[in-house]
């Protein structure tokens, strides 16, 4: 099979757009950040920590999971740099992160499930 390398000429200047299309690696970033939230459990734990911060057992309870499960996506979430954690004592807490990749998982987790947050 032939690579297309001419563009049809519609209405549309798409030689124009895709010099302002992003590289490669930002395709494939966002693409395992779709992957990370495709997951219903961390889709789960995101919606929580969305609206509240939460310790691990707390979390666990909410999605009835065991602890060690739940420690596993929050440590993906957490590499993914989507929620955050602090210590308090023996408890560490876990809220969403104020990146703007969070903002936006947030605004559309509230439209999804149709849920409007406090300002």
Known sequence: MTEQTEFHHHHADTAAMLKKMP??????QASEMFALISDPTRLRILWLLCH?????????AAVKMSSPAVSHHLRLLRQAGLISAR???KEIFYKLTASPEAALLHKSIDDIFDISCPK
């Open 52 to 60: 509240c911060e939460e310790c691990v057992n707390n979390i666990a």
């Open 23 to 28: 590289p490669l690696p930002a395709f494939e």
């Open 87 to 89: 210590r308090t004592g």
